[in-house]
Structure formats: C-alpha cells, structure tokens
C-alpha cells in the first residue's frame, strides 16, 4: 500500500483535509455537491439532523441525515480547478489513513452528484429545466494532466466534435468523460432532459460571450447547437462535470451532474432569480440519492 507524504497530501493540525477542513469520520458515502457555499445551507435545510459543519474559503461542508440516508452536502466554488481539489480529498478522505498517510487496504466508494445551474444551448432547454450530463466534454483541459485519461474518455466522441468544430489546438484538447450510468438511471427521471454538457473552462468567453472582447471562434455556440453524435446533443454549458465525471472514473467512484437552465442561449434569455427554483431539483436529488 502505498504511502503519502506532507508535501503531497497535506493533512491540518486537526487531522483535516488541508482545503475542505473536514475530517475522515465526517464524510458520509454519498455526497451532494454545488457550486455556491451558500447552496449548501439550502441542501442542509432538508436535513433531519446534522452531526457536522465546516468551512474554508469557498469550500463549505454540513453532514446529516436526510430520511435517515447520511449525506454530505459539499460546496466546491466555480471551475474544475476546484473540482481537483474537492474530488481529490474526498478520495483521500475515504481511501487514505490520515494517521498512518497509508492508502487503505479496502476501497470506500463515493457517490458524488452534483447539483448545479447552467446555461441551455437548445430549444427545447427553456430556463427551469434540469439537465442531467450523461457525457460531459471538457474544455478545462484538466483531465489531460492524468494518467489513465485515454482509458475513461470516449475517444469517438472526442474526435467527432474536435472536426466538427474545426477545433483549435491552442486551447488544449477537449476530453470527454462519461457520468455514471446506473446513477443516471437512478437519479434521471422523465423530469430531466438527457444529454451532452459542456463544461468550460470560464463564463464569459470560453462560453461564447463576448462582452467588449472578441472570441477566437466567434462560430463556436452556432457549431455546438448543431453538434450531433447519435441521439446525443449538447444541452448546456457549466463549468464542473467534466472534471467530476472523469475524475471520479478515474478513482472507482460513481459520479453525475444535474443542472438548472437559468439562461437560454439559444433564446437569450436568463433568469438571475433563480433560488427558490432550484429547491426543487434539489429535493428531487435527496430522495434519488
Ligand atoms: C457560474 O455562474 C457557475 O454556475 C454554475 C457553473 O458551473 C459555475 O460554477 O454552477 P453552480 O451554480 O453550481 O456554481
Ligand atoms: N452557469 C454557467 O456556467 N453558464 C450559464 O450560462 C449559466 C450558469
């Protein structure tokens, strides 16, 4: 079993995981993620107990019961960059003595979803509806630095939209990981759309806004609107599944992503209020969890 040092997994004072502050005997096996701290208060509000609360920076966390089910609720900031970090030491949490810095003998696994809001790319993704990502492809570039990468993506697909995109290779590859099937089943009802999410690697340009900047393909939304790959077609942009669903692939655990359309893109719509509503996908996710 291998063993990890200081420098590469930096564990507090406390016997916390050196970003989300939390304890291993506080992490439950299914977790909730989003991406604003303040979400994870609206999550928590459904609890029927809680056993532990803590925050650092962007990274809030409350563990309780919800109908007797023990639940994570972890919030992870914006971008895949956090992704890293909250995947990571969750893993670490679960797999990882933090007395010994030895890996464990059994593997723990995590079921991870996300609850998110994003933008909708089609017609039939009007603001209000819940997208879940059976595929995401990433434009964060994040899961290249990993080894194992080629093995979890789905190549086919990435080549078929790097062509069809006549993709620039200045932005670093796209990768496309794959949610966790039976989780999909278990969590997509005929109230979520299924599809394709693009996860970017920021809001406003790498989106295809352009607010006083041009774009380097000012063509971009248009190609991805009509992007088709079997049945598949993209829905949404967000900024976090594509880490989430390779990273988690890539450690053994079972991940997906559902998110809220509060701007349609396609109708130049957007929705700012949209807090209240997405209590609703929330609650949806609680019971399916
Ligand atoms: C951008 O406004 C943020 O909203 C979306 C994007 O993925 C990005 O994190 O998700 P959250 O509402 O979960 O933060
Ligand atoms: N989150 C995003 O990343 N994009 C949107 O358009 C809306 C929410």
Redesign the pocket.
């Known amino acids: 079993m291998k063993h990890f040092p200081p420098s590469e997994l930096p564990i507090n004072a406390d016997g916390s995981a050196f970003h989300l502050h939390l304890k291993p005997e506080n992490l439950a096996d299914k977790v909730i993620l ?3 701290p303040g ?1 994870v208060e609206t999550v928590a509000a459904h609890f029927d107990s809680v056993e532990a609360e803590v925050a650092s920076r962007e990274f809030r966390t409350i563990t309780g019961t919800y109908k007797g089910k023990r639940i994570t609720a972890q919030s992870t900031g ?2 895949c960059d956090n992704i890293d970090i909250v995947v990571t030491e969750l893993d670490a949490l679960a797999n990882i003595d933090f007395t010994t810095r030895m890996e464990n003998e059994k593997f723990r696994q995590l079921t991870l979803v ?5 933008g909708g790319l089609q017609p039939e993704t009007p603001i209000g509806t819940f997208v879940a990502s059976s595929k995401s492809i990433g434009f964060d570039g994040l899961l290249n630095y990993y080894a194992g990468r080629d093995e979890v993506c789905d190549l086919e697909l990435e080549e078929a939209f790097v062509k069809h995109m006549d993709w620039c290779a200045k932005k670093g590859a796209p990768y496309v990981a794959t949610a966790c099937p039976e989780l999909i089943e278990q969590i997509a009802g005929e109230d979520m759309v299924r599809g394709i999410t693009i ?1 970017c690697g920021g ?1 406003y340009g790498p989106q295809g806004r352009q607010i006083r900047l041009g774009i380097q393909d000012p063509n971009q939304n248009e190609k991805v609107e009509s992007f088709r790959y079997g049945d598949l077609k993209v829905c949404n942009f ?3 599944s594509s880490a989430l669903a390779g990273l988690a692939s890539l450690f053994g655990h079972r991940a997906m992503t559902c ?1 809220m359309v509060i701007a349609n893109r396609y109708a130049k719509e957007m929705n700012t209020q949209y807090k209240n509503k997405i209590d609703d996908l929330i609650r949806l996710v609680l019971d399916r969890i």
């Open positions: 989003v991406g604003d979400r914006i971008g996300r609850i998110g809001t994003c996860a809001f967000e900024m976090e998110c």
